[in-house]
């Protein structure tokens, strides 16, 4: 199974989120693609309707998951025996509750960004 997160390297939360997660204990092999290093990947997902600056990116076997699916997806796909995967789960397994949070997340991303002097990506 090939697994691709495409997510905000230069957001603090951002990155301390997806190497909370420890994907690498389910699948082994994870890729960890920050998208401001990868204008190739945010080009692609772009072009499918994925705008990277409003959602992070899970993509399964070519399989995208965007935005609260991915949250979703990566809840259901993330081991458990970490607490913060068992927290992380229990918060968005719920693809309703991952609508509403999603958009908190969002717009706290961008403000954190403001705040610390980074430009959203290009």
Not at 26 to 40: E, H, I, K, M
Request: aromatic share 8%.
């Amino acid at each position: 199974m090939k697994v691709t997160i495409l997510y905000d390297g230069e957001c603090p939360v951002c990155r301390s989120y997806v190497r909370m997660l420890r994907l690498r204990e389910s699948f082994g092999d994870v890729a960890l693609a920050d998208a401001r290093t990868r204008p190739d990947l945010v080009a692609h997902y772009r072009a499918r309707g994925f705008e990277v600056n409003d959602g992070i990116v899970l993509d399964i076997d070519g399989t995208a998951h965007y935005g609260p699916a991915a949250m979703t997806a990566l809840a259901a796909i993330s081991s458990s025996s970490a607490r913060f995967n068992r927290f992380n789960a229990a918060l968005f397994s719920s693809p309703r509750v991952a609508r509403l949070l999603y958009p908190v997340l969002v717009r706290g991303r961008k403000l954190l960004l403001k705040l610390i002097g980074r430009d959203l990506i290009a």
